[in-house]
């Protein structure tokens, strides 16, 4: 689980934004693109999604700069109809190329109640739920999911039946007063068994295991051979841009166009609410809320007092700031 670093120092939202840009754009992406994707890391950063956020630019801009991903990618348009549109990726990380579907979707939306973008030849594209929350912001529900090419190859000694990959999958849902509910997760059912034991998870937990290893088939076609990265042109760019495997859906539900807008924010509202009051909370845990509400509180909490950046990110931060000779983000004297 992403959970607050115990030991931490507090870093400034934009001095961190302004940091990761420019390491971005010393790795060969122009400026908005650089901006887009720091932006994105550290909206994690503020959730407290620490796996996702700005401890992942280090290996980002490594790929970029030693040519596994492609920081000037020629983005366009391969498919269109009235609720659908296809984007080629040509090779870069996933970011940009899913935001901009994400928007399209959005807009095809707001014409035929649904709308959906799908991204083919891209790398990693972090949290799914970036993509949902565009939908949301929109007063939209969202889905999205990443696939992998090739996932699941026989590999050699053969693996289990149970290690069959991860794909990131988001399901978000706009609210009224609330919260949005904002699922975003991995297909992949979280074992409490190291990997060597995951038939024992088999036997343990049989039904969310199980449930769990068709959720990542479905996402993996969905999220992956659906966008269209298999072929003469996938094979092309998987030689060039080794780290462009991969593919990613957005789908998008307008609920104004079902006519139904107001009534459907009024009951996400009541059942937000029915949770948090009328159950008991988890183990381990001092209220009942669903997805989303933790990470919108982070959000706010850590925009005003700072983003409390742990080891692994401030190990990360030194070693993009010698690369790139960029300043860290932080007063090392004030320290």
């Known amino acids: 689980m992403n959970r607050p670093p115990e030991e931490f120092r507090r870093v400034d939202e934009m001095r961190l934004i302004r940091f990761i840009t420019e390491c971005f754009c010393r790795s060969g992406l122009d400026e908005e693109h650089a901006q887009l994707i720091s932006r994105l890391l550290v909206n994690n950063d503020l959730r ?4 996702h956020a700005s401890r992942s630019a280090g290996g980002y801009c490594n790929g970029f700069v030693e040519g596994h991903l492609n920081p000037q990618p020629d983005l366009r348009i391969v498919v269109e109809t009235d609720a659908l549109a296809v984007f080629d990726g040509d090779g870069t990380l996933g970011y940009l190329p899913m935001v901009r579907a ?9 014409v035929q109640g649904i709308g959906a ?3 083919r030849h891209i790398g990693h594209y972090g949290s799914s739920g970036h993509y949902t929350r565009i939908c949301v912001e929109a007063d939209c529900v969202g889905y999205s999911v990443q ?3 090739g996932e699941a190859e026989p590999k050699s000694p053969p693996r289990s039946a149970a290690d069959s990959g991860n794909p990131p999958v988001s399901f978000a849902i706009p609210a009224g ?11 992949a059912f979280d074992s409490p068994f190291p990997v060597e034991g995951f038939e024992e998870m088999a036997h343990r937990h049989p039904a969310p295991f199980f449930k769990s290893m068709g959720m990542i088939a479905v996402s993996t076609m969905i999220g992956g051979t659906l966008t269209g990265f298999l072929g003469p042109e996938g094979d092309r760019i998987a030689a060039q841009w080794p780290g462009a495997r991969m593919g990613g859906t957005i789908i998008a539900l307008d609920p104004q166009r079902l006519g139904c807008a107001d009534e459907f924010r009024a009951d996400v509202d009541r059942y937000v609410r029915d949770i948090r009051q009328g159950h008991t909370p988890l183990p381990g845990t001092d209220r009942a809320l669903l997805p989303g ?10 925009r005003q007092a700072g983003i409390p950046l ?9 070693s993009m700031s010698e690369r790139f000779d960029v300043p860290l983000p932080w007063d090392e004297e004030g320290s």
């Open 48 to 51: 407290g999604v620490r796996s």
């Open 147 to 149: 696939g992998y090419r």
């Open 102 to 110: 994400a928007e399209a979707a959005v807009a095809k939306a707001r």
């Open 310 to 318: 742990g080891d692994r990110e401030q190990v990360s931060m030194r």
């Open 117 to 119: 973008g799908l991204v």
């Open 293 to 302: 509400a933790i990470e919108a509180e982070r959000f706010r909490q850590y």
């Open 177 to 187: 007063d609330e919260s949005p509910i904002v699922l975003d997760a991995g297909a």
